[in-house]
Structures are given as structure tokens and as C-alpha cells.
């Protein structure tokens, strides 16, 4: 069974809508993250969440929300796409932070395009 | 700041061979180190990491990864590849304190022929 799930796997959107990217974990882990992957940035962290609180924002935008319902939950509300919003997004989590997040585990991922 | 660089976008070798994936890093405190393997439209899988103690640390499928402080380097080696071992690999780092973001090398697509 898949332990981090992603939906959905691929999403369409147009130019000004808005978009939820759900994300759930299965591993028991207390640290999530959301990441995002595109032709332009090879590998890029957006941000992190400890216990459902909010550790590390590296996303400029506004436009970017990440939203934690539940421990294993932290979904990514995107409004105003725009066509370079396109790319994969990757959900994350891990255990603790005695590693410094190190030993991470992706979900498959989130293919958005924007046109 | 911290950065990594992976010198090699691309490695080609046939099965069987060895392989060593370069892997650079500049930070000026403790961080932690780690691989991780990404196959063709698929998700990141964490290959292995380091922190401190032995330079050298195994990690999954026969993969194994040489700290070096004087070099700034985590070079990630393999003896005998297999065809299924073609991927992009990352290398990252992390810090102790923070955030624990990963901050990723951009990759390097090793590709194993027949």
C-alpha cells in the first residue's frame, strides 16, 4: 500500500483558477514538506510543517498556502495560476528532526500544468 | 548559504561496470548529507545519509557514499550496476537546525546500458 498519497496524480488548470494538491502519510511521521519539480529548478523546497505548525516558508508568493487538517494531512492550495506555476509538486514527511529532515519520503507527485 | 553541486549531468556506463556519482557540497557549519534516487516519473527514494562517524555508509542495492570534509564531498559509488539502477540521482544536504528543507544538487542522470 502506498504511504504517502498524492491527489491528484495529474491536474489541468486554467490561467487564474485555483487548485487544492491534496497530500496524506501514512508512516506515522510528524514532519511534512512540500517541494516542486520543473523543467527550470531541478528540485525546489517550497515548505515544511512540524505537528502541524508552520517551520519554514521558502515559497515568495502568496498565492501558495499550505493547509494542515490533520497530523497526516498538509495539502497546497494554489490560487491565481499562472503558467509558470506549472510543474510536478512532491509531498514529503519524515520522522523527527534528529536527522535535520534528512531521511525524507516522497509521494509520486502532482502533475499541474496551467495554461 | 548552502549549496551542492553535481559536477556531471549525464553518466553513461554498461552493466556490470562501476560507477561513482560526484557530489560537492559548501556550508560552513554541520549538515547532514544524503542520496536519493529518482526513476522516470516517479517520486524521490532516499537512498542513504550521513551526519558523522564512519566517512562511509551503505545505503540500498550495494550503493555506497564516501564523506570527505577536506574535499566538500559525498561521492556516491556503486561496483557493479545493473540496468534497473538508471535514474537521476540528487544529492542533499540539511541542517542541523532549521527547517530540515533538503537542498538538492541538480542531479544526475545515470543511464546503464545493456
Known amino acids: 500500500d502506498p504511504k504517502i498519497i498524492q491527489k491528484p496524480k495529474y491536474l489541468v488548470a486554467v490561467t487564474g483558477s485555483e487548485k487544492i494538491l491534496i497530500c496524506e502519510q501514512y508512516l506515522g511521521h510528524n514532519a511534512m514538506y512540500w517541494y516542486r519539480q520543473s523543467a527550470k529548478k531541478p528540485l525546489e523546497f517550497m515548505f515544511s510543517y512540524s505537528y502541524q505548525k508552520l517551520m519554514d516558508n521558502q515559497t515568495a508568493s502568496s498565492r501558495f498556502q499550505p493547509q494542515s487538517s490533520k497530523k497526516n494531512h498538509l495539502d497546497l492550495q494554489i490560487t491565481a495560476l499562472k503558467p509558470d506555476d506549472s510543474a510536478t509538486y512532491f509531498c514529503?514527511?519524515?520522522?523527527?528532526?534528529?536527522?535535520?529532515?534528512?531521511?525524507?519520503?516522497f509521494g509520486p507527485g502532482t502533475r499541474l500544468t496551467v495554461l | 548559504t548552502q549549496t551542492v553541486s553535481q559536477s556531471d549531468a549525464h553518466v553513461t556506463v554498461f552493466e556490470g561496470d562501476s560507477v561513482e556519482l560526484r557530489c560537492n557540497y559548501s556550508?560552513?557549519?554541520?549538515?547532514?548529507l544524503s542520496w536519493y534516487i529518482q526513476h522516470h516519473g516517479r517520486g524521490l527514494q532516499f537512498l542513504l545519509k550521513y551526519y558523522s562517524g564512519n566517512p562511509v555508509v551503505q545505503g540500498v542495492n550495494g550503493f555506497k557514499a564516501e564523506f570527505s570534509k577536506s574535499d566538500s564531498s559525498f561521492h556516491l559509488r556503486k561496483a557493479s550496476v545493473h540496468w534497473s539502477d538508471s535514474a537521476v540521482y540528487f544529492c542533499?544536504?540539511?541542517?542541523?537546525?532549521?527547517?530540515?528543507?533538503?537542498?538538492f544538487g541538480s542531479g544526475t542522470q545515470l543511464t546503464v546500458m545493456p
Open positions: 556550508y560552513g557549519g554541520s549538515i547532514y
Open positions: 514529503a514527511s519524515s520522522q523527527d528532526r534528529d536527522w535535520g529532515g534528512s531521511e525524507q519520503y
Open positions: 542533499a544536504v540539511s541542517a542541523p537546525s532549521g527547517s530540515w528543507q533538503l537542498i
